[in-house]
């Protein structure tokens, strides 16, 4: 399949300051990507689609200020955390979707795990 | 999109054929039926997919019923390495119809020698 990847793998903050995590489809082109969250022992939840060259849209209860999301290119999106708290703590993992050929799929990243002190 | 009921947990032998339910009784004549599965701190892999017809891969087949209200992800030969939490996912497939994935509970499967 697909390979997506994520970098960072984990990162490590202090309270107040902002992490920006990458995603990018390594070998397809993806014009829509998906940010996610998941805490643990919980399912994904999702956070955001992100679609090259717009806006992003956000789920229900996600705070776009706060969790800023760039598609500049047809390979790599980025999520910002802006002053993120212990409560931001989280796995975050991003996928793209491939629509070429005859199958529509999404294929995920590695995820990034955020810890917020 | 249409919800989907798993069973929170199965376990299987190692070896045996994995079958792994999921009903999905108000799915839409245009909805994919995915399967994805979810090793402990990875990000999901994803496994097969299908609309009505049965589906094969190098991975696992799918059956899905002729009403297409249920369905089963079969793993043939289940390893220690398929112990993971599975999920099944319906969605609106192609174009910009959405294409987003919700991710229900799952199914925790423990493979067991």
């Known amino acids: 399949g697909a390979v997506v990847s994520q970098h960072p793998s984990w990162v490590i903050c202090k309270s107040g300051t902002s992490v920006k995590i990458e995603c990018r489809s390594l070998?397809?082109?993806?014009?829509?990507m998906f940010w996610y969250r998941q805490f643990p022992k919980q399912s994904l939840m999702l956070m955001a689609t992100s679609n090259e060259g717009s806006k992003a849209t956000y789920e229900q209860g996600v705070e776009k200020d706060k969790f800023l999301i760039n598609h500049a290119s047809l390979t790599l999106s980025t999520l910002t955390v802006t002053s993120a708290h212990p409560e931001d703590s989280s796995f975050y993992i991003c996928?793209?979707?491939?629509?070429?050929?005859?199958?529509?799929?999404?294929?995920f990243g590695p995820g990034t795990r955020l810890t917020v002190l | 999109d249409a919800k989907t009921t798993q069973p929170p947990s199965m376990d299987c032998a190692e070896g045996r054929a994995a079958n792994l339910p999921c009903n999905h009784s108000?799915?839409?004549?245009?909805?994919?039926v995915y399967w994805y599965r979810q090793i402990h701190s990875q990000g999901p892999q994803y496994i097969i997919h299908g609309l009505k017809n049965n589906e094969t891969n190098e991975m696992a087949s799918l059956i899905i019923t002729e009403d297409r209200k249920s369905s089963t992800l079969i793993l043939p030969h289940a390893t220690l390495r398929d112990t993971a939490v599975y999920y099944c996912?319906?969605?609106?497939?192609?174009?910009?119809?959405?294409?987003?994935?919700?991710f229900g509970q799952g199914t925790e499967l423990s493979v067991k020698p």
């Open positions: 996912i319906v969605r609106v497939g192609g174009g910009n119809q959405g294409g987003k994935l919700i």
């Open positions: 070998d397809f082109q993806a014009t829509t």
């Open positions: 996928s793209a979707r491939d629509s070429s050929g005859s199958g529509d799929t999404q294929y």
């Open positions: 108000t799915i839409s004549g245009n909805e994919y």
